[in-house]
């Protein structure tokens, strides 16, 4: 990655008392607050009746029968137990993105699957169906793809690819949990959808995800494998129906969600569509402002979908921006505005380097768009003002240099 030197800009220092805006700070309200002291009050901390209400309401807004959902403790726990409740035949290889966090690839490895890439189309930054039909073999048994950013996928042409070559889907909707595709909510159209309930996500727990899947059978045997391959759960164990004998019908982990998670998930959720609505005027101003900026802006959302608006991501390209984006990431701490970057294309880590021989120059299109992207703050969280000193900074560093 090249760097370029930074030319100080005193107009758009930040005012000296102006506080870090910490990027993905997450909008807790009273009633998570008093749900979570009220959970501790009860002394029942572990999985029991607030995570069986936060299934119930996440079926609910999803559409879904409260028997085709799982609480878990992370996303990327829901994304290894599908993969194992998915019964792929040991070493199968599962097709996914180069642009997304690790958590994907390496669930697929835990799995006992082989990760294959597929790169991402530049505009969506989510994975092309060309390149995954092209990347299928006769070893190929899933696809994972990845609604990046809240975007969604195209679901037509991927769910087409897997009928054809009978594939299992696992959707990644870490981002995506408002999402829609032609009306249907992401999460729906494969097998398994997998969703993220940490800390800087759409509805936050802290750490926390859901299995969502068409087929109860599969949710039955995730919630085995979630929790020790146990028969029973521990609330049904201990509760006041008399003791229950568990028994281990297959070697499960420790992926359970706690009453203490649930209970922010409960008002979070309850939220969801005004903190939607709060995210899509965000990222409106954010357009609008930056329109005559040379810096790349996310691609509108396509017709008849419903983005989530997870991240905003711009891209910095030095030949056009006349700073690189690393000093641009560095400018903007130095202004008091945290950033994220979404993500170094998977094979720009030494891990898979190392372990499958990637090299990022093979996904092109993932490459280039790792090396040049920046997430601005776009929680709820954020005022007007705090909007509108993002705005002014991002312009103030980009001007500062051309
Ligand atoms: C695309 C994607 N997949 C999976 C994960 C893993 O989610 P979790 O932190 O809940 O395990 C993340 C988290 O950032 C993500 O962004």
Not at 134 to 142: D, K, L, V
Not at 378 to 395: F, N, Q, Y
Request: glycine letters at 8%; charged letters at 20%; aromatic letters at 8%.
């Amino acid at each position: 990655m090249t760097t370029s030197s930074l030319k100080p800009s005193s107009m758009n220092a930040p005012p000296v008392d102006s506080p870090f805006l910490i990027f993905g700070s997450p909008l807790i309200e009273q009633a998570e607050i008093d749900e979570v002291v009220a959970c501790m009050e009860s002394a029942w901390l572990g999985t029991g009746p607030r995570v069986a209400q936060f299934e119930n309401d996440f079926a609910a807004y999803q559409g879904l029968q409260p028997s085709q959902v799982a609480a878990v403790n992370s996303c990327t726990a829901a994304l290894h137990v599908s993969m194992v409740a998915a019964g792929l035949e040991p070493g199968a290889e599962v097709i996914t993105t180069p642009m997304t966090f690790c958590a994907s690839v390496n669930a697929i490895i835990h799995a006992g699957l082989t990760p294959t890439l597929a790169d991402v189309d530049r505009a969506t930054r989510c994975i092309d169906p060309g390149a995954i039909e092209a990347a299928i073999t006769r070893r190929t048994q899933a696809i994972l793809p990845v609604h990046f950013a809240g975007r969604p996928c195209e679901m037509d042409a991927i769910m087409a690819i897997a009928d054809k070559h009978h594939l299992m889907v696992i959707e990644d909707c870490a981002h995506a949990i408002e999402t829609t595709w032609h009306g249907r909510k992401v999460g729906t159209f494969g097998d398994f959808g997998c969703f993220s309930f940490y800390a800087t996500k759409n509805v936050v727990t802290g750490e926390g995800g859901m299995i969502t899947a068409r087929d109860e059978a599969h949710i039955t045997r995730a919630k085995v494998l979630a929790l020790h391959g146990m028969s029973k759960d521990a609330w049904h164990r201990f509760g006041d129906q008399g003791y229950k004998h568990y028994q281990v019908v297959e070697a499960g982990f420790k992926y359970n969600m706690m009453d203490l998670q649930a209970a922010i998930g409960i008002h979070q959720l309850a939220r969801v569509e005004r903190n939607w609505q709060r995210r899509e005027a965000l990222w409106n101003r954010y357009m609008e402002a930056f329109a005559n900026l040379p810096i790349g802006l996310p691609a509108p959302p396509s017709p008849d979908t419903k983005h989530a608006y997870h991240l905003f991501t711009i891209m910095v390209d030095e030949a056009r921006c006349g700073i690189s984006r690393d000093d641009f990431l560095n400018a903007m701490n130095a202004r008091k505005i945290g950033t994220g970057v979404h993500y170094l294309s998977v094979p720009e880590h030494p891990f898979y380097h190392h372990r499958f021989g990637w090299k990022p120059e093979a996904w092109p299109n993932a490459m280039r768009l790792g090396r040049q992207t920046v997430s601005l703050p776009l929680s709820p969280k954020l005022s007007d003002g705090d909007v509108g000193r993002v705005i002014e900074t991002v312009s103030g560093v980009i001007r500062s240099h051309r």
